[in-house]
């Protein structure tokens, strides 16, 4: 921590992965927040980026997507800069008028309607999982519950062969994977190849979904748009590939971020057990305190002048959500984990503006399902030590949490 006290900010580059296995890179976001909220940094592991960690220029910053670009064809959204021909584009990496095409056609599957009639659906299978997990007995609450409720949720959105729900989640960990890790996925070629099989699966579940008539699940949805009839396969690939990325690993760690959070602070789950209806204002609670998305990158699209700095065509700009999170000048008393917040909804977790989060309601009835069906059971659930945390800067990822249930206390 004094480390991080004393560097110049001219050293300091806020991607290190390690820090956010350690929680460490708050110190650092602290720093850049109070002393240089829109930063150029000179020496970092991908070259100069700025950081932008104020809550209110982040906002800024995405409202302005003329300048602020999330295309593919710039950069992308991604702090570090993929090879060009393994990206594989889709509305969260195209600009107007692109985006808002692709969007409009998955848009219906997050209409208050069919939100309305997955919560049924959401119920039996958070009820599913629940029913199996031991009791007194440690397990890993990530991999039993997290996983499985996540995973399962988007079988139905997808109408995906339940019982090949871990590919989902196994080729999203591909997807999200920091090539830096240490793991054998050592480039983004490594990569694509692990995918192979998911491009494959996808193609075919495509084509069979085309040939059929129309159906509510997002994979008919994409096949049968006017939208995307001039679409190669590569795109159509890409839009699946971001609604399962986008509504997996995100969801997974909130689900247990939020066991976490209130096992760390007893104060709070004491509260949420004698008053169940707060559930309502803990899930948006949770997803800023886990905040699932550390970043996300845009490359300027012109010179701009942005909070009395310069920042030039080309340039990198980073949108670090985890310090927006962290914003005393907007959140009051931000390290703290409060499930009663008058204004829960004010968080930067979903992003803002057009590529605001489509899954963003989906994500907080998951959530919401989950904790009704737990407190249901009047179970307390304990957590066992420290989550293992994931080497990334841009998915703040949770692997492994140990639990365990004591019914009726
Ligand atoms: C976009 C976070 C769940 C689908 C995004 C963005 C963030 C985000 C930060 C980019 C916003 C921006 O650039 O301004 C999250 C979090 C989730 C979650 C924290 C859970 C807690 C989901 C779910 C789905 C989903 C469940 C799908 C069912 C998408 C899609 C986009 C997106 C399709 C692209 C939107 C666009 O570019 O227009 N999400 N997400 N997300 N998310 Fe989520």
Known sequence: MTAIIDTPLSEL???????????????????????????????????????????KDII????????????????????????????????????????????????????????????EEIRDIVNLVLDSLPLEEEFDWVSHV???????????????????????????????????????????YVKLEKLRPMILRFR??????????????????LAHAQETLNMEPQQFVGMIVLLMVGGNDTTRNSITGGLDALNKFPEEY???????????????????WVTPVAHMRRTALEDIE????????????VLWYCSGNRDEEVIDDPYRFRIDRPNPRQHVSFGFGIHRCLGNRMAELQLRVLWE????????????GDPIRRFSNFVVGIDSLKAVIHPGR
């Open 13 to 55: 580059d806020p991607s290190v992965q390690r820090r956010f296995q350690t929680g460490e890179h708050f110190a650092v976001f602290d720093r850049l927040r109070a002393e240089a909220p829109v930063y150029l940094h000179e020496k970092t592991q991908y070259g100069p980026y700025w950081s932008i960690t104020r809550y």
């Open 60 to 119: 800024e910053a995405e409202a302005n997507p003329k300048v602020f670009s999330s295309d593919a064809a710039y950069g992308g959204i991604w702090i570090k800069d993929q090879p060009k021909d393994t990206i594989r584009k889709s509305f969260m990496t195209a600009d107007p008028p692109e985006h808002d095409v692709q969007r409009k056609v998955v848009n219906p599957i997050v209409s208050p309607m069919n939100l309305h009639r997955m919560e």
């Open 146 to 188: 997290s996983v499985e409720v996540t995973g399962r949720v988007l079988c139905k959105l997808m109408d995906f062969p339940v019982e090949e729900r871990l590919d989902l989640s196994n080729w999203s960990d591909i997807v999200n994977t920091d090539v830096d890790a240490g793991t054998e996925i050592t480039d983004e």
């Open 204 to 221: 075919q579940l495509f084509s069979e979904r085309a040939a059929m008539p129309p159906q509510n699940d997002l994979i008919s949805m």
């Open 270 to 288: 004491a509260k949420l057990r004698a008053n169940p209806k707060l559930i309502e204002t803990m899930v948006p609670e949770i997803i800023r």
């Open 306 to 317: 942005f909070k009395g700095q310069q920042i030039k065509k080309g340039d990198k700009v």
């Open 373 to 384: 069906e737990i407190l249901n059971r009047g179970w307390v659930i304990e957590t066992v």
